[in-house]
Each structure stands twice: as structure tokens, then as C-alpha cells.
Nanobody
Framework: QVQLVESGGGLVQPGGSLRLSCAAS????????MGWYRQAPDKERELVAT???????NYADSVKGRFTISRDNAKNTVYLQMNSLKPEDTAVYYC??????????????WGQGTQVTVSS
């Protein structure tokens, strides 16, 4: 079993910055993609950004140029640097990862979510 622990959410004013972290632990043989998703009240969960094991990144159009995803493979940790935050970025942010817990045994895990609120 693979656990994800997120940290770094909070309340920030418009234009401010936050950095989210997500550390994976447990039975991990290898990790493929890691990513961040978010869900605002009364909305569907949406992709924010993903990063492959090789470092290729993908971003939602709404966050391009403002958010940066990165990862530390040695620590099984993914980060999301969020700059120029807007009220519409307010949501619960979830970490996601997939890989293999043993050779030939895939896993997909979600974090518990961390609240990001952008408000003056």
C-alpha cells in the first residue's frame, strides 16, 4: 500500500504564492507519473499539472505560466509552486501518483487533499 501525505495549503491573498508538497511512502518499487488535481465547491475534480519520471510536464491552460510542478525522485516527493494566485484557484488540491508496488503490481494512490483559499 502506498500513502501520500500533502502539505503546504492555506489562505493567501490574490497575487500571492504557495508551495504544495506531497510525499509518497509505503510499498514502492517504482513511480511513474505524479500530479496535482483540484476540486472547487460544486465542480468536478480537474487536472492541474503532471510530471513523468523523466521530468516531462503537463499543465492545465488555466495555470500555465503561474504554476510549476517538480519532483524529487530520491524522496518520492512532488511539489507544486503556485504564483500569482487568483480567487478562482481556490479549491482542495489532491496529489496523485501511480507506479508499481512490486514488479508487475501496479498501484494508483490519492492524497487526502489540502485546502487552498485565495481571498483578500
Amino acid at each position: 500500500q502506498v500513502q501520500l501525505v500533502e502539505s503546504g495549503g492555506g489562505l493567501v491573498q490574490p497575487g500571492g504564492s504557495l508551495r504544495l508538497s506531497c510525499a509518497a511512502s509505503g510499498s514502492i518499487f517504482s513511480i511513474n507519473a505524479m500530479g496535482w488535481y483540484r476540486q472547487a465547491p460544486d465542480k468536478e475534480r480537474e487536472l492541474v499539472a503532471t510530471i513523468t519520471s523523466g521530468g516531462s510536464t503537463n499543465y492545465a491552460d488555466s495555470v500555465k505560466g503561474r504554476f510549476t510542478i517538480s519532483r524529487d525522485n530520491a524522496k518520492n516527493t512532488v511539489y507544486l509552486q503556485m504564483n500569482s494566485l487568483k480567487p478562482e484557484d481556490t479549491a482542495v488540491y489532491y496529489c496523485n501518483t501511480n507506479g508499481r508496488s512490486r514488479p508487475g503490481v501496479p498501484f494508483t494512490s490519492w492524497g487526502q487533499g489540502t485546502q487552498v483559499t485565495v481571498s483578500s
